[in-house]
């Protein structure tokens, strides 16, 4: 999910195209960008993604949702070797 977010934020710069939406899907780890190139109606949550970000409203937010994705990410990363080296003792 990180990864498919800092995608989205630097869609304009890298790709030239902006980043209106995320969808992402757990199970899958598959992640579709709604971008320029798509039409703006289709620009929807779909009942099936574990994950859904419009970024319309700009790319203040996003970098903010990054920030937030990347401390969870850390939290949990720890947490999974705190619980190998519980178990290992």
Avoid: P
Wanted: charged letters at 20%; glycine letters at 2%.
């Amino acid at each position: 999910l990180v990864e498919c977010l800092m995608t989205c934020a630097i869609s304009h710069q890298v790709y030239k195209t902006k980043c209106y939406s995320v969808n992402w899907f757990k199970n899958t780890r598959t992640c579709y960008l709604h971008t320029t190139e798509t039409d703006i109606n289709n620009l929807k949550v779909t009942t099936a993604s574990d994950f859904f970000l419009n970024n319309c409203a700009g790319i203040k937010y996003l970098n903010l949702i990054i920030l937030f994705a990347h401390i969870l990410f850390f939290i949990f990363q720890k947490k999974k070797k705190e619980k190998k080296i519980f178990f290992k003792s």
